[in-house]
């Protein structure tokens, strides 16, 4: 890889201001990137994030939106337009997990689920292509996971909608080709830094054959791989979890 390979683009990343999408963030920005960071309730996060980036010598933006509301999406969009005239990098990150058990589940908790989880992601690549399109090239990496691969009784409703991401990203690949390509990234337990190896963690460490977890940098090296080279990929699922899911 070359000092700065992703010099003179431009990356928007959904959720970009804590874990997983701020390591996604910095690590496109130190590649060369000029990178915004989509947020809705982490101000103080995307704003730390975008110091970071700046500080690396690239044009860093903050932007808030509610990425599950498209009207929000197309003004997001039409800032970046308006900001930096092109986008060659989308990274879908932004995502919602919590648990409900099978009866318990509302439609409430559906709608929240496959708001962000899904439609999100689809209005947020429909418009980053129709920019992407105008200028010949670019790039759309989904962040979907295991969960997308396998089923979790207790997370049903996420299961389902990262399954549906997954063919989202299948079917973008195949109607945006061959100018733009669609890739996504499964990533299986990741652990943070403010988080503790409990009972639970260590249990699917002793299931995972490399007997270890991952951290938000596995999961930004294998964006800035997908991002810098990987031409030839889309429409694949990059799986990065440890062995996890071997059957």
């Known amino acids: 890889m070359s000092v700065a390979p992703l010099q003179n683009q431009v990356a928007l990343v959904t959720g970009g201001g804590k874990r997983i999408g701020r390591a996604i963030a910095v690590a496109l920005a130190r590649a060369g990137a000029d990178v915004v960071v989509n947020y809705h309730e982490s101000r103080a996060g995307a704003q730390a994030t975008v110091r970071e980036m700046a500080a690396l010598g690239v044009r860093a933006l903050a932007i808030r939106a509610d990425v599950a509301r498209p009207r929000q999406v197309e003004a997001m969009f039409r800032t970046v337009e308006k900001r930096f005239g092109r986008l060659d990098l989308l990274v879908n ?74 063919s989202l990203t299948r079917s973008l690949a195949k109607a945006l080709a061959p100018r733009v390509r669609v890739n996504s990234i499964a990533p299986g337990t990741i652990l943070f830094p403010d988080e503790k190896r409990d009972a639970t963690l260590r249990r699917i460490i002793r299931s995972t054959p490399l ?36 059957p």
């Open 93 to 166: 990150n932004a995502g919602a997990f919590f648990r409900v058990t099978w009866d318990q589940l509302t439609e409430k908790d559906w709608d929240r689920m496959l708001g962000i989880n899904l439609k999100a992601p689809f209005f947020c690549a429909q418009a980053a292509a129709r920019m992407m399109l105008r200028q010949g090239r670019g790039n759309i990496i989904n962040i979907s996971s295991l969960g997308g691969l396998q089923a979790w009784p207790g997370y049903m409703h996420y299961c389902a909608s990262k399954a549906a991401l997954i």
């Open 211 to 246: 007997l270890t977890v991952g951290g938000a940098r596995d999961i930004a090296d294998m964006v800035l791989y997908l991002a810098t080279q990987g031409e030839f990929i889309t429409g694949q699922v990059m799986v990065v979890d440890g062995g996890k899911s071997i």
